[in-house]
């Protein structure tokens, strides 16, 4: 069984920085990955890091990094944040394989966690 819990979200002015965190209770699996969602918008993937590579959005590509602190645990730096990356950020995995989806797709990832806020302001 997985299950995943994000931590970290808050409020930040623009230009500020933020770093989430996610908690599983196993790291069987070898990918993990962040997306987000904003009022009235699809969840859209923003990073995922499996055993070899990284894998950014353009949306924040040279803004946010992604890593693995321990077996059990990732995070995301994010740098440079701006009004339009508020939304509710989630952690998730697809548990199964060796390795990330081609596409960070939200289709591809049954675990999810329950998310944490961010919100950036003017």
């Known amino acids: 069984q997985v299950q995943l819990v994000e931590s970290g979200g808050g409020s930040v002015q623009a230009g500020g920085s933020l770093r989430l965190s996610c908690t599983a209770s196993?790291?069987?699996?070898?990918?993990m990955a962040w997306f987000r969602q904003a009022p009235g918008k699809e969840r859209e993937g923003l990073a995922a890091i499996d055993l070899t590579a990284t894998r950014y959005a353009d949306s924040v590509k040279g803004r946010f990094t992604i890593s693995k602190d321990n077996a059990n645990t990732m995070s995301m730096q994010m740098n440079s944040l701006k009004p339009e990356d508020t939304a509710m950020y989630y952690c998730?995995?697809?548990?199964?394989?060796?390795?990330?989806?081609?596409?960070?797709?939200?289709?591809?990832?049954?675990?999810w966690g329950q998310g944490t806020q961010v919100t950036v302001s003017s």
């Open positions: 196993k790291f069987m699996f070898n990918c």
């Open positions: 998730a995995t697809p548990a199964l394989g060796s390795g990330c989806p081609a596409r960070i797709d939200a289709g591809a990832f049954p675990y």
